[in-house]
């Protein structure tokens, strides 16, 4: 199972918005609504941002939101801030019950 | 409060097998899945697998089908990671990660494994 295809790096300053793409195929992004997102601080643990697409756990902001599109699921940032500075991944269901993460993107808050 | 604790870091040599914990509290153990990741050093997430102690059903990614193995200890709430055949490209961070039921995220997070191959 080959990783799903994040840009690398994405930026912005304090206040705009920026979105990471996360691209897969049809038999793991595209066929399922189980894409989620994580955030990861360097030398910590991944944190749940996104589940099923498009949802927020309760303690997340809404400055984060999720979309997919076809093989393209979707992370935008709103109002970014230095604390966004992280690396996010997304995951999905494959097939026969496993999963895959994405490459990574490292955000930088400019 | 939900936590999943793991345990220490490991130093192992090439050819050695390392079994990591994943101590469970705050929930009902049974009830939720665990699944296993790993990040090698500066690396992305990698998918390991998962096990569900409730209904015994496990899944190993096809990569380390074969080297790795997934138990529990319902009585102690405890999941664990054994990986054989050690080597160098084994060296990572290995996490513990609950995935609440018919769902394919993962809520919480242990705090992560340091092992180490090296001869």
């Known amino acids: 199972q080959s990783a799903l295809t994040q840009p690398a790096s994405v930026s912005g300053s304090p206040g705009q918005s920026i979105t990471i793409s996360c691209t897969g195929t049809s038999s793991d992004v595209g066929g399922h609504n189980s894409v989620s997102w994580y955030q990861q601080h360097p030398g910590k643990a991944p944190k749940l941002m996104i589940y099923?697409?498009?949802n927020r756990p309760s303690e997340v902001s809404n400055r984060f939101s999720g979309s997919k599109s076809g093989n393209t699921a979707s992370l935008t940032i709103s109002g970014l801030q230095a604390e966004d500075e992280a690396d996010y991944y997304c995951s999905s269901y494959a097939s026969s019950h496993t999963y895959v993460f994405g490459t990574g993107t490292k955000v930088t808050v400019l | 409060q939900v936590q999943l604790v793991q345990s220490g870091a490991e130093v192992k040599k090439p050819g050695a097998s390392v079994k990591v914990s994943c101590k469970a509290s705050?929930?009902?153990?049974?009830?939720?899945?665990v699944h296993w990741v790993r990040q090698a050093p500066g690396q992305r997430l990698e998918w390991m697998g998962w096990?569900?102690?409730?209904?015994?059903?496990?899944r190993y990614s096809e990569k380390l089908q074969g080297r790795v193995t997934f138990t529990t200890d319902t009585s102690a709430s405890t999941a664990y990671m054994e990986l054989s055949s050690l080597r160098s490209e084994d060296t990572a961070v290995y996490f513990c990660?609950?995935?609440?039921?018919?769902?394919?995220?993962?809520?919480?997070w242990g705090q992560g494994t340091l092992v180490i191959v090296s001869s």
């Open positions: 705050g929930y009902t153990f049974i009830s939720y899945a």
């Open positions: 990660a609950r995935n609440p039921p018919v769902t394919g995220f993962n809520d919480y």
């Open positions: 099923d697409v498009s």
């Open positions: 096990i569900n102690s409730g209904n015994g059903d496990i």
